[in-house]
């Protein structure tokens, strides 16, 4: 790459967001490592990319606020005048599973304004910097309940379902512009979101006899993010050992 390409990965503290963060930035991104609260991680992933020969910066805002990404995003393009954002990884996601008998509101709106609101907010405002300069990458990490719908949960199910409907959406409104939009769905995949799953059992219903693992999905977001890729959009790519979705 001749000059600095900007992505921006939320939730790159630790687990798929992490190994995401360093794939790209080996790749030759500048990365912006967003995260909520884990400064500790997040200052660990940079050092890591650093010391790799890479370039990353921290990005700390809540993706479920609009105001804490508006001012975030505003304080970095103050800080980076004629540069822009050219690549987002909308990975930010919390689960709270619970029959949905028993799910209170909160456990409802706080599963959905992290995935699906935190998509709209952070994307939005970067989407007028990748048409102007008829070049973007967004891919949203999904999950197999957003296609599958999963019991317990009906908060996360509707959310990665809503992610996925907004990604098929959002590709058709900017694929002239050479923008591409597309969604990962990972199955089970190990990080502490999986860490109080039954992994002895789990693996059991997949296919390739394992969990997957968080630099498995950081290859194909790499692939998606590439220009090898520019002519897929509007996917959903499950990467889930063969579960049959
Ligand atoms: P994780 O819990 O390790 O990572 C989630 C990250 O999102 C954390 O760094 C967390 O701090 C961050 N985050 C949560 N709320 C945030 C907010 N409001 N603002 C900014 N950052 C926030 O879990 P994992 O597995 O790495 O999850 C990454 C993504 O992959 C999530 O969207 C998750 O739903 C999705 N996923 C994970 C699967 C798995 O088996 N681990 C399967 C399918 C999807």
């Given at each position: 790459?001749?000059?600095?390409?900007?992505?921006?990965?939320?939730?790159?503290?630790?687990g798929i967001g992490?190994a995401?963060?360093?794939?790209?930035?080996?790749?030759?991104?500048?990365?912006?490592?967003?995260?909520?609260?884990?400064?500790?991680?997040?200052?660990?992933?940079?050092?890591?990319?650093?010391?790799?020969?890479?370039?990353?910066?921290?990005?700390?805002?809540?993706?479920?606020?609009?105001?804490?990404?508006?001012?975030?995003?505003?304080?970095?393009?103050?800080?980076?005048?004629?540069?822009?954002?050219?690549?987002?990884?909308?990975n930010?996601?919390?689960?709270?599973?619970?029959?949905?008998?028993?799910?209170?509101?909160?456990?409802?709106?706080?599963?959905?304004?992290?995935?699906?609101?935190?998509?709209?907010?952070?994307?939005?405002?970067?989407?007028?910097?990748?048409?102007?300069?008829?070049?973007?990458?967004?891919?949203?990490?999904?999950?197999?309940?957003?296609?599958?719908?999963?019991?317990?949960?009906?908060?996360?199910?509707?959310?990665?379902?809503?992610?996925?409907?907004?990604?098929?959406?959002?590709?058709?409104?900017?694929?002239?512009?050479?923008?591409?939009?597309?969604?990962?769905?990972?199955?089970?995949?190990?990080?502490?979101?999986?860490?109080?799953?039954?992994?002895?059992?789990?693996?059991?219903?997949?296919?390739?006899?394992?969990?997957?693992?968080a630099?498995?999905v950081?290859?194909?977001?790499?692939?998606?993010?590439?220009?090898?890729?520019?002519?897929?959009?509007?996917?959903?790519?499950?990467?889930?050992?063969?579960?049959?979705?």
């Amino acid at each position: 790459m001749n000059s600095t390409k900007y992505a921006l990965v939320t939730g790159a503290s630790r687990g798929i967001g992490r190994a995401i963060a360093i794939k790209l930035a080996s790749q030759g991104y500048s990365v912006i490592i967003n995260y909520a609260s884990n400064s500790e991680a997040a200052q660990q992933t940079l050092n890591d990319i650093v010391a790799a020969g890479g370039q990353a910066e921290l990005l700390p805002f809540d993706v479920s606020s609009s105001e804490s990404v508006a001012s975030a995003l505003d304080s970095w393009r103050a800080a980076h005048e004629g540069e822009h954002i050219s690549v987002v990884v909308n990975n930010a996601g919390i689960r709270k599973d619970n029959l949905m008998m028993w799910m209170p509101e909160a456990e409802w709106r706080s599963v959905l304004s992290t995935s699906l609101d935190g998509f709209f907010n952070v994307t939005q405002p970067l989407l007028k910097d990748m048409l102007v300069h008829k070049w973007g990458r967004i891919v949203n990490v999904a999950s197999l309940s957003g296609i599958k719908g999963m019991p317990g949960q009906a908060n996360y199910s509707a959310a990665k379902g809503g992610l996925i409907a907004a990604t098929k959406a959002l590709a058709q409104e900017v694929a002239k512009k050479r923008v591409t939009v597309n969604a990962v769905a990972p199955g089970f995949i190990k990080s502490d979101m999986t860490a109080d799953l039954n992994e002895a059992e789990l693996k059991k219903l997949v296919p390739a006899g394992r969990f997957g693992e968080a630099e498995e999905v950081a290859e194909l977001v790499a692939f998606l993010v590439s220009d090898a890729a520019a002519y897929i959009t509007g996917e959903v790519i499950s990467i889930n050992g063969g579960i049959y979705t």
